[in-house]
């Protein structure tokens, strides 16, 4: 029986794809090891975002390729790489990395049997090395039926709802690796749902690119181009959710990856209304400042987000809000970078990430001749980060004696409704609560990010004087 390990790189987009291949290779009979070392094919999965994610998926790679060398018994061991770098170097990698036995695209994460099997019969016959075809733009998209086999724990897991990206966004690299916007069905999605509730999952983490565009792509499919003009003549992300909301059970649905150009009033009036969906949006703003929002084509204005943010805090009571800012974008001028920290210090972000911008290769923005000095970009980002932590730990603290639901992760590790997997901070109980389940814990104190609670009900421990000796 042929073994395989799989190394996961990058986002959940790119585990999704993983647990697809892995799903694969479970259908077809073949072993899934963790053990690289043991196995007779090694998987890489990589990512290609920025520099540096591109540099651990080399590292990965060439790591991969020294430890079977290292041993006598696994020098036949086959490396594949697959996922966004191998998508975005397909033409160059071969030459560049002679020692991988075969380099996959995103569109040929459901086709890794045949190819392991060609490995190792073009092995048994010692003909040609067996040559895979990337294509050029990826169109794949998974459907509920797809083989996959999760790799979250139990209580948790992605569903892409739809991959690619029409945004133009002149910094980002992902529309040209990941191919057009294209959306599921609502019922596709749903089916998937469905099941994953019945297996027992308590939070599902709805991602594409850009989820606020699911459905568009297809509006015109049901009535033509006009179509655009009116939601209710296609799906949009307000009816998945309304019917993911209808679903039978006790879950959260969490909402990632937004975009805020195609929010509606709908959209918020359907998170209020529907009580499983997270009061949690993750909607990466990248700006705030009217001259890097253009420079940036970022399809939105300042004033659009200034309403925006305040139209979904009125709207959705108790909304924790995450977003993303990059600092240092080529052209970014003092005051642009000012403005942008009165709009963290005003809106207070209950979550917020910097980016250093990264010069990629390939995208508009690496062409501009007012890249800034990697010094200053540092600066900006210490200074953006250093102002979150101290907002963070206000936000934190007013938590204190307010009682949560959370999800219980690990034995006392959770995370509350506005703690997204992997990304946010999580609440730490003083007691071991059944695992994989909901409880509910009052914080009782902050620790950097993340909270620290108590069951509902208990009290710390009070020490006792010991009584006088008589
Ligand atoms: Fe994700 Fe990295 Fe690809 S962030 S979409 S795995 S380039």
Redesign the pocket.
Known sequence: MISVSLIS??????LIDSEIMVGHLLAAGMQVIPEAAKADVVIVN????IDS?KEESIQTILEANEQRGLRKRRRDQKLIVA???SQ?FAKELPGEMPEVDAFIGLDQVTKIVPLIEKLFDHERARGEAPVTEINRRSTFIPDFDTPRFRLTPRHFAYVKIAEGCNHPCTFC??PQ??GRHRSRTIESVVREARQLVAEGVKELNLIS?DTTYFGMDRWSEHAGPRAKLDSARGDTLALLLRELNAIEGDFWIRLLYTHPAHWSDELIRTIAECPKIARYVDMPLQHISDHMLGKMQRETSSKHIRDLVRAIRAGIPGITLRTTFIVGFPGETEADFAELLAFIRQTRFERLGVFRYSQEEGTRAAKSAEQLPDKLKEQRFHAAMALQQSIARELGTNEVGRTLRVLVEAPGIARAMGDAPDIDGRVFVARALPVSEFADVTINGVRDYDLLALPRGEHPARSVAPKPAR
Do not use: E, P, V
């Open positions: 790189l990058g986002c959940a987009k790119n990589t990512c290609s975002f994610a996922g966004c770098m975005r690299i992902i690796i990941r690119q």
